[in-house]
């Protein structure tokens, strides 16, 4: 069970998206997990056996999580990509996320 939930505090991309490709997450995969995590969510991975994995998923399930096929979806429809071009300067979530957890953060451009 892999999902990703909520706003808060990133992580290194870079690690995490090797560090998933390691654990067997396909290349497309781990970098959209990747980019989640680098806009400011977290990335819940549970390896439990099949009940226990089953009572994970209820529990997070509970807990708002984002659908993140959605979620990379709007994410290309901004300009994202797996392979790591992009090509928006809209506004977007990750922004939102941004300041919410750093309300000094600016777009490029932004007047403050």
């Known amino acids: 069970v892999a999902t990703l939930t909520g706003a808060g505090v990133g992580a290194a991309a870079g690690g995490l998206l090797g560090g998933l490709a390691g654990a067997g997450f396909g290349e497309e995969e781990a970098a ?4 989640g ?10 390896r439990a056996t099949e009940p226990r ?43 939102d996320v941004r300041r919410a957890n750093d309300p000094t953060w600016r777009r490029p451009g932004d007047v403050a």
């Open 32 to 35: 959209t997990y990747s980019e």
């Open 37 to 46: 995590v680098r806009r400011g969510g977290h990335l819940v991975v549970v």
């Open 53 to 95: 994995a089953i009572e994970a998923e209820r529990i997070l399930d509970r807990h708002n999580p984002v659908d993140i096929a959605h979620r990379s979806s709007q994410w290309r429809d901004e300009g994202w990509s797996a392979t790591g071009t992009t090509t928006s300067t809209a506004p977007g979530l990750d922004d």
